[in-house]
Every structure is written in C-alpha cells, then in structure tokens.
T-cell receptor
C-alpha cells in the first residue's frame, strides 16, 4: 500500500528566506506526482505536476524535483512571502488506477 | 465556467440522517473524483468517475455511501444513516485526461464540510 509522508509537519520562516519542503513515498511505481497548496477552510490548488519520467518542474518561484528511485520529492520556494503561508500537500498517482495518494501536508507560515 | 462548484458548503445534521452533496465540475472535464479530508490530514480517495461510469471505489466507501454522475456532468455523493465519524470535509475534483502527455492536473472545489451531531 502506497504511503506518503511529508517533513516537516510545520515550518515558520521570516519573509525572504528560501525553503525546502520534503515529500516521501514508499512505492516508486508512480505515474506522476503533484504539489498542491491549501488555504484554511478551502480546497486545494495544484501548483506543479511532475511526470514519472521528469526530474523537475518550475513555476515562478517554485521548483519541484522528483527522485522516483529513492521515493522522494522536494518543493523549493524561493524568496518566500507572507502570501505563501498555507498548507502544502504532495500527492502521487500510482501506475494503476486514477487514485491520488496524498501526504498529510506541511503547514508553512511566512512571517513579515 | 469559473471552476469546480460544491454545494452545500456546510451541512450540520443529526446522527442517523441522510445527507447529499453536489459537485459541478469544470464543463470540459470528463473525470471527477470525490475525496474526504479530516483535520490535519491529507485528502483520502473515495471514488472516481470517467464520464458517467464509476470506475474506482475506495474501501472507505462503505455501503452507506453512494455516488452518482448520471449524465457525465454533475455528481452527487449521498451518505445514509450518518455517523459522527462521517464528520469531515468532502472534496470534489475534476480533470481532463491529457492522453498525449499523460498529465492529469486536478482542479478541486472548495469542499462541503459535514458536521454530524
């Protein structure tokens, strides 16, 4: 059974810092991996999708990497801003089926 | 079409009552998903539709849960004889299969929060 974990569970940084969020998954037979952002009481917003054949994806200040063989992905946020404060979740889609397995998320606070 | 719409946003009910949630996906999206999320946890998969066909169901979807997508457009999730353990946020997501790339970016609705007293 695929399990997804995220470290740290919570992170607080001053504005302007670069930071890295970590995601680990137990079964490397994945189709793709997505990073999402969730604001309190709201749904999820997709940030980046990495196919299993890709190593990284970039969007603005965000860069996500994927090392499928080791079961790891990282989300790098450059020059953090208070508006980046949210919970960040990673999810993997396995090779079979359409189910996405989510991690518990990392709650990020960027202090002004 | 501004995104995935879910109604109601919040439902409070007494144990044993039935509740129904509705999801209106993005119109050109043929795939629709239901997830359940409890506080401090990531969403858990419940079920998946491609057009009107329900192709996958999680073991979490007990006999008290039923989902439909009658015309391949909107979907409903019904919970019968609600229990306190059903209290959660019920999230709907939709996507359009990108067969050329295999990408499947999910667009989520804001969710329907269920409180069972």
């Amino acid at each position: 059974k695929q399990e997804v974990t995220q470290i740290p569970a919570a992170l607080s940084v001053p504005e302007g810092e670069n930071l890295v969020l970590n995601c680990s998954f137990t079964d490397s037979a994945i189709y793709n991996l997505q990073w999402f952002r969730q604001d309190p009481g709201k749904g999820l917003t997709s940030l980046l999708l990495i196919q299993s054949s890709q190593r990284e994806q970039t969007s603005g200040r965000l860069n996500a990497s994927l090392d499928k063989s080791s079961g790891r992905s990282t989300l790098y946020i450059a020059a953090s801003q208070p508006g980046d404060s949210a919970t960040y979740l990673c999810a993997v889609r396995e090779n079979y089926g359409q189910n996405f397995v989510f991690g518990p998320g990392t709650r990020l606070s960027v202090l002004p | 079409d501004t995104g995935v719409s879910q109604n109601p946003r919040h439902k409070i009910t007494k144990r044993g009552q039935n509740v129904t949630f509705r999801c209106d996906p993005i119109s050109e999206h043929n795939r629709l998903y239901w997830y359940r999320q409890t506080l401090g946890q990531g969403p858990e998969f419940l079920t998946y539709f491609q057009n009107e066909a329900q192709l996958e169901k999680s073991r979490l979807l007990s006999d008290r849960f039923s989902a439909e997508r009658p015309k391949g457009s909107f979907s409903t999730l019904e919970i019968q004889r609600t229990e306190q353990g059903d209290s959660a946020m019920y999230l709907c997501a939709s996507s359009r299969a990108q067969f050329a790339t295999g990408a499947n970016v999910l667009t989520f609705g804001a969710g329907s929060r269920l409180t069972v007293l």
